[in-house]
């Protein structure tokens, strides 16, 4: 019932700007931890960006401290990852995830998360 959609990826070029959005539907609480993670193809997934909402405090992997901002609008229940300065090493698939309750900080790792949406694409050229 519960799903995470994502919405906002497409490709830009080096130095622009994207703002993803994940909408969360069949879920009448708030998740207590959500994040932002991405895999390239043959990579690792990786986690970006995580938030745990109640509290509001926020965790990035170093490649994008002072790049992206991770942050939340209760009103429309959805989940925003505002990137700029974007490099071509951003190119990913990116998704959002969500656990009801409260993971080990700075909670960037996947595994600990158990609601995913289906991803979507970031690209940047040089």
């Known amino acids: 019932q519960v799903q995470l959609v994502e919405s906002g990826g497409g490709s830009v070029q080096a130095g622009g700007s994207l703002t993803l959005s994940c909408a969360v539907y069949g879920y009448s609480y708030s998740f207590y931890s959500m994040g932002w993670f991405r895999q390239a193809p043959g990579k690792e997934r990786e986690g970006v960006a995580a938030i745990y909402t109640g509290a509001g405090s926020t965790y990035y992997t170093d490649s994008v401290k002072g790049r992206f901002t991770i942050s939340q609008d209760n009103a429309k229940n959805t989940l925003y990852l505002q990137m700029n300065s974007l490099k071509p090493e951003d190119t990913a698939m990116y998704y959002c995830?969500?656990?009801?309750?409260?993971?080990?900080?700075?909670?960037?790792?996947?595994?600990?998360?158990?609601?995913w949406g289906q991803g979507t694409q970031v690209t940047v050229s040089s």
């Open positions: 995830a969500a656990h009801w309750g409260w993971v080990r900080a700075p909670a960037l790792t996947a595994a600990d998360y158990n609601f």
